[in-house]
Protein backbone atom coordinates (compact mmCIF):
# COMPACT_ATOMS: atom_id res chain seq x y z
CA UNK A 1 0.00 0.00 0.00
CA UNK A 2 1.83 3.29 -1.09
CA UNK A 3 3.13 5.32 1.26
CA UNK A 4 1.13 8.74 0.63
CA UNK A 5 -2.25 6.45 1.36
CA UNK A 6 -4.32 8.05 4.36
CA UNK A 7 -6.95 5.99 4.41
CA UNK A 8 -7.95 2.28 3.03
CA UNK A 9 -12.07 2.52 2.79
CA UNK A 10 -14.66 0.47 4.27
CA UNK A 11 -14.80 -3.10 1.88
CA UNK A 12 -11.50 -2.32 0.41
CA UNK A 13 -11.25 -5.98 0.07
CA UNK A 14 -13.66 -8.78 0.65
CA UNK A 15 -13.60 -12.66 0.78
CA UNK A 16 -13.85 -12.38 -3.21
CA UNK A 17 -9.84 -11.36 -2.97
CA UNK A 18 -9.15 -15.07 -2.08
CA UNK A 19 -5.48 -15.14 -3.40
CA UNK A 20 -4.50 -12.11 -0.56
CA UNK A 21 -2.34 -13.57 1.85
CA UNK A 22 -0.39 -10.75 2.69
CA UNK A 23 -0.74 -6.69 3.31
CA UNK A 24 2.56 -4.44 2.92
CA UNK A 25 2.64 -0.91 3.50
CA UNK A 26 5.57 1.30 2.03
CA UNK A 27 8.12 2.25 4.68
CA UNK A 28 7.43 5.42 5.88
CA UNK A 29 3.68 5.31 5.17
CA UNK A 30 1.25 7.73 6.24
CA UNK A 31 -1.94 5.98 6.65
CA UNK A 32 -4.16 7.00 9.28
CA UNK A 33 -7.17 4.74 9.31
CA UNK A 34 -8.23 1.14 7.39
CA UNK A 35 -12.21 1.78 7.43
CA UNK A 36 -14.64 -1.12 8.28
CA UNK A 37 -14.70 -4.44 6.75
CA UNK A 38 -11.96 -3.27 5.03
CA UNK A 39 -10.12 -6.41 4.61
CA UNK A 40 -13.06 -8.74 6.16
CA UNK A 41 -12.69 -12.42 4.97
CA UNK A 42 -9.66 -12.38 3.35
CA UNK A 43 -7.44 -15.15 3.22
CA UNK A 44 -4.85 -12.54 4.56
CA UNK A 45 -2.52 -13.95 7.35
CA UNK A 46 0.09 -11.56 7.36
CA UNK A 47 0.65 -7.60 8.12
CA UNK A 48 2.40 -5.40 9.29
CA UNK A 49 0.86 -1.97 10.87
CA UNK A 50 2.40 1.09 10.07
CA UNK A 51 2.95 3.58 13.25
CA UNK A 52 0.86 6.28 11.78
CA UNK A 53 -2.12 4.34 12.14
CA UNK A 54 -4.58 6.21 14.26
CA UNK A 55 -8.01 4.17 13.66
CA UNK A 56 -8.84 0.19 13.03
CA UNK A 57 -12.46 0.58 12.63
CA UNK A 58 -14.89 -2.14 12.68
CA UNK A 59 -14.37 -5.65 11.45
CA UNK A 60 -11.68 -4.65 9.63
CA UNK A 61 -10.15 -8.24 10.08
CA UNK A 62 -13.25 -10.14 10.51
CA UNK A 63 -12.93 -13.63 9.63
CA UNK A 64 -9.33 -13.32 8.01
CA UNK A 65 -7.70 -16.62 7.96
Do not use: H, W, Y
Request: proline letters at 3%.
Amino acid sequence: IGKTVKRIPANFMTSSNDSVRRILFEENSTCETIGAKAFSGTLMSDISLPNSLVTIEAEAFKDCT
